[in-house]
Nanobody, 119 residues
Framework: QLQLVESGGGLVQPGGSLRLSCVAS????????LGWFRRAPGKERERVSC????????NYADSVKGRFTISRDNAKNTVYLQMNSLKPEDTAVYYC????????????WGQGTQVTVSS
Protein backbone atom coordinates (compact mmCIF):
# COMPACT_ATOMS: atom_id res chain seq x y z
CA GLN A 1 0.00 0.00 0.00
CA LEU A 2 1.41 3.35 -1.04
CA GLN A 3 1.48 5.98 1.69
CA LEU A 4 2.17 9.65 1.02
CA VAL A 5 3.21 12.13 3.70
CA GLU A 6 3.44 15.87 2.99
CA SER A 7 5.52 18.42 4.86
CA GLY A 8 6.71 21.98 4.47
CA GLY A 9 3.50 23.92 4.94
CA GLY A 10 3.21 26.90 7.21
CA LEU A 11 2.53 30.61 7.49
CA VAL A 12 4.23 32.93 5.01
CA GLN A 13 3.82 36.56 4.04
CA PRO A 14 2.56 37.56 0.59
CA GLY A 15 5.42 37.43 -1.88
CA GLY A 16 7.22 34.76 0.11
CA SER A 17 8.16 31.21 -0.78
CA LEU A 18 7.63 27.71 0.56
CA ARG A 19 8.70 24.29 -0.62
CA LEU A 20 6.39 21.39 -0.01
CA SER A 21 7.70 17.83 0.06
CA CYS A 22 5.85 14.55 -0.21
CA VAL A 23 7.61 11.33 0.72
CA ALA A 24 6.24 7.98 -0.32
CA SER A 25 6.54 4.67 1.46
CA UNK A 26 5.24 1.21 0.81
CA UNK A 27 5.79 1.23 -2.94
CA UNK A 28 8.24 2.85 -5.31
CA UNK A 29 7.03 5.98 -7.05
CA UNK A 30 8.89 5.16 -10.26
CA UNK A 31 5.78 4.11 -12.16
CA UNK A 32 3.38 6.77 -10.88
CA UNK A 33 2.61 10.24 -12.01
CA LEU A 34 2.44 12.58 -9.01
CA GLY A 35 0.24 15.56 -8.45
CA TRP A 36 -0.35 18.39 -6.04
CA PHE A 37 -3.89 19.48 -5.28
CA ARG A 38 -5.30 22.08 -2.92
CA ARG A 39 -8.54 22.90 -1.18
CA ALA A 40 -9.17 26.44 -0.04
CA PRO A 41 -11.82 27.19 2.60
CA GLY A 42 -15.28 26.97 1.09
CA LYS A 43 -13.98 25.85 -2.30
CA GLU A 44 -13.70 22.62 -4.24
CA ARG A 45 -10.39 20.78 -4.34
CA GLU A 46 -8.42 21.79 -7.43
CA ARG A 47 -5.45 20.33 -9.22
CA VAL A 48 -2.38 22.53 -8.91
CA SER A 49 0.26 20.60 -10.80
CA CYS A 50 1.25 17.16 -12.06
CA UNK A 51 4.49 15.51 -13.13
CA UNK A 52 4.86 12.34 -15.18
CA UNK A 53 6.49 9.18 -13.83
CA UNK A 54 9.93 9.96 -15.24
CA UNK A 55 9.61 13.70 -14.77
CA UNK A 56 9.63 14.53 -18.46
CA UNK A 57 6.24 16.21 -18.51
CA UNK A 58 4.65 18.70 -16.16
CA ASN A 59 1.50 20.76 -16.12
CA TYR A 60 0.15 23.56 -13.96
CA ALA A 61 -3.10 25.30 -13.17
CA ASP A 62 -3.26 28.72 -14.81
CA SER A 63 -3.45 30.34 -11.38
CA VAL A 64 0.06 29.10 -10.43
CA LYS A 65 1.92 29.08 -13.76
CA GLY A 66 5.21 30.91 -13.54
CA ARG A 67 5.15 30.86 -9.73
CA PHE A 68 5.09 27.16 -8.76
CA THR A 69 7.46 24.41 -9.88
CA ILE A 70 6.89 20.68 -9.43
CA SER A 71 9.80 18.26 -9.37
CA ARG A 72 10.53 14.74 -8.25
CA ASP A 73 13.45 12.65 -7.05
CA ASN A 74 12.62 9.01 -7.63
CA ALA A 75 15.76 7.90 -5.79
CA LYS A 76 14.35 9.58 -2.67
CA ASN A 77 10.75 8.59 -3.43
CA THR A 78 9.87 12.27 -3.06
CA VAL A 79 7.94 14.91 -4.99
CA TYR A 80 8.32 18.63 -4.36
CA LEU A 81 6.33 21.77 -4.99
CA GLN A 82 8.35 24.98 -4.95
CA MET A 83 5.97 27.89 -4.43
CA ASN A 84 7.22 31.42 -5.07
CA SER A 85 5.51 34.82 -5.09
CA LEU A 86 2.79 33.46 -2.86
CA LYS A 87 -0.54 35.25 -2.71
CA PRO A 88 -3.28 35.20 -0.07
CA GLU A 89 -5.45 33.26 -2.53
CA ASP A 90 -2.91 30.41 -2.41
CA THR A 91 -4.02 29.74 1.16
CA ALA A 92 -5.28 26.16 1.26
CA VAL A 93 -4.60 22.65 2.43
CA TYR A 94 -2.22 21.11 -0.09
CA TYR A 95 -2.34 17.41 -0.87
CA CYS A 96 -0.01 15.24 -2.86
CA UNK A 97 -1.40 12.31 -4.79
CA UNK A 98 -0.32 9.46 -7.00
CA UNK A 99 -1.92 8.78 -10.35
CA UNK A 100 -1.30 6.18 -13.04
CA UNK A 101 -0.90 9.12 -15.42
CA UNK A 102 -1.52 12.84 -15.08
CA UNK A 103 -4.85 12.80 -16.88
CA UNK A 104 -6.08 9.80 -14.92
CA UNK A 105 -7.79 9.46 -11.54
CA UNK A 106 -5.96 9.70 -8.24
CA UNK A 107 -4.95 6.35 -6.78
CA UNK A 108 -3.64 7.52 -3.38
CA TRP A 109 -3.86 10.71 -1.33
CA GLY A 110 -1.63 12.21 1.30
CA GLN A 111 -3.09 13.67 4.49
CA GLY A 112 -2.47 17.29 3.49
CA THR A 113 -0.41 20.21 4.77
CA GLN A 114 -1.73 23.69 5.53
CA VAL A 115 -0.34 26.68 3.68
CA THR A 116 -1.41 30.11 4.90
CA VAL A 117 -0.37 33.28 3.08
CA SER A 118 -1.06 36.31 5.21
CA SER A 119 0.59 39.47 6.48
Amino acid sequence: QLQLVESGGGLVQPGGSLRLSCVASGLTLDYYALGWFRRAPGKERERVSCISSRGGSTNYADSVKGRFTISRDNAKNTVYLQMNSLKPEDTAVYYCASLNYCSGPVTNWGQGTQVTVSS
